[in-house]
């Protein structure tokens, strides 16, 4: 295929994106649909991976430092604490500050008017950087000479994991759902420009054309549909986002959940609409034409 043909292909495949109007619109329309329902759910994703990160930062572990050690040798324990690699900071708590923290989080001053700072233990609260391998972090420090007592809970930072795995395996799944829709209807509009244009295309053949001159409109036909079928969601998708988090952000019930603004996201999103747009829309188009270039 030559240079000086592009722009006759070109202007053939926009040509037949005009010429079935309904269709195209149909494609176009539930390429959007679609890319705004992807998007909802990997913007959804990504809130509650952020949210989820938050919620581990709060899920601490406590590390219990052996009554035998002197305050200098239990405070010389935070170093190696520290190189562990999962570790992400840890805070020193005396006993004296553990005694207040725990009077003042109950409330009752009387009910532990017989307890003494020296009944507790110096210790250490922990915040890891990745809760799912807790149970490893765990062992880590329980290794540490001088820790008496490491206290976790596992099943929260489970729970967090959890929640992370099953967002992510539903959001490819819908995407993976949608993009098949949106393929198939792209594919059955190019489809049919090429069953009405199947005798060109016999002409075409016989007078020596090459597969790629024959198919680069109908190609050109569905990228067009793909990508600017993203571009329109992108946009919608912005709109949309902002004004939902705003209702929300409304509500007293909902007032706690803190959402990443749009912007943050809007190049990741941006990538995989255009590519989504233009694998959907290269395909369809480059699938549809294959039998009618059969000799």
């Keep these: 295929m030559r240079i000086n043909n592009i722009p006759y292909l070109l202007k053939e495949g926009i040509r037949g994106l005009f010429a079935h109007g309904f269709q195209?619109?149909?494609?176009?329309?539930?390429?959007?649909?679609?890319?705004?329902?992807?998007?909802?759910?990997i913007c959804l994703a990504f809130n509650i991976n952020v949210m989820v990160d938050d919620l581990n930062k709060t899920n601490e572990v406590v590390v219990y430092v052996s009554d035998t050690l002197k305050d200098e040798e239990a405070r010389s324990l935070g170093t190696q604490i520290s190189n562990i690699p999962n570790v992400q900071d840890r805070k020193f708590v005396t006993r004296e500050q553990?005694?207040?923290?725990?009077?003042?989080?109950?409330?009752?001053?009387?009910?532990?008017?017989?307890?003494?700072?020296?009944?507790?233990?110096?210790r250490y609260v922990v915040t890891l950087e990745d809760n799912s391998i807790i149970m490893e972090t765990v062992r880590q420090l329980e290794a540490i000479k001088g820790v008496d007592k490491v206290s976790a809970a596992f099943e929260l930072a489970k729970g967090f994991s959890t929640i992370k795995e099953i967002v992510i395996a539903a959001s490819i799944f819908i995407a993976a759902v949608l993009m098949f829709v949106t393929l198939v209807i792209i594919f059955n509009t190019v489809r049919l420009a090429t069953h009405e244009r199947?005798?060109?295309?016999?002409?075409?053949?016989?007078v020596g054309a090459t597969n790629g001159f024959i198919?680069?409109?109908?190609?050109?036909?569905?990228m067009t549909l793909g990508f600017t079928g993203?571009?329109?969601?992108?946009?919608?998708?912005?709109?949309?986002?902002?004004?939902?988090?705003?209702?929300?952000?409304?509500?007293?019930?909902?007032?706690?959940?803190?959402?990443?603004?749009?912007?943050?996201?809007?190049?990741?999103?941006?990538?995989i609409f255009a590519v989504a747009g233009l694998f959907v829309g290269i395909v369809g188009g480059w699938i549809s034409i294959r039998k009618y270039l059969k000799v």
Excluded at 32 to 41: D, E, H, Q, R, Y
Excluded at 198 to 206: D, L, P
Excluded at 215 to 222: A, I, K, N, Q, S
């Design 24 to 41: 195209s619109a149909s494609a176009f329309a539930v390429t959007v649909f679609s890319l705004l329902v992807t998007g909802a759910f």
């Design 98 to 122: 553990a005694l207040k923290e725990f009077i003042e989080k109950n409330g009752d001053k009387d009910a532990f008017a017989g307890v003494e700072a020296s009944d507790l233990r110096h």
């Design 198 to 206: 199947k005798e060109e295309i016999a002409i075409m053949r016989m």
């Design 215 to 222: 198919r680069c409109p109908f190609v050109v036909e569905g």
């Design 230 to 271: 993203a571009v329109v969601a992108l946009g919608a998708e912005w709109v949309l986002y902002d004004a939902i988090v705003e209702k929300v952000q409304t509500m007293d019930t909902l007032e706690m959940l803190h959402f990443v603004p749009f912007r943050e996201m809007l190049g990741m999103l941006a990538v």
